[in-house]
């Protein structure tokens, strides 16, 4: 079975995660939360590059992890999507 109308829900909901992860500077820094946005704003304020460099690595892995992810649940939802 089929489902063809989930295909663009998860599409999407994968690029809400990667939107989630740059807004984070943003939301911590208002609602003053502890996370990895406010580690990063420190960071950079601070001019501790290693630091800096080590958070952008970091969400930029959480980035491609969730859109390899995605790509493996399109061939779970249609199976006639395959990566060869």
């Known amino acids: 079975m089929t489902w063809n109308a989930l295909i663009p829900i998860v599409t999407l909901l994968g690029l809400e995660v990667g939107y989630l992860l740059g807004g984070a500077v943003v939301v911590e820094t208002v609602f003053a939360r502890r996370g990895i946005g406010n580690v ?45």
């Open 40 to 84: 990063a704003r420190r960071a950079i304020l601070s001019r501790d590059y290693p630091l800096a460099q080590g958070m952008v690595l970091f969400v930029s892995v959480a980035f491609v992890l969730v859109n390899i992810v995605t790509d493996l649940v399109y061939g779970y939802i249609d199976p006639r999507i395959r990566y060869e």
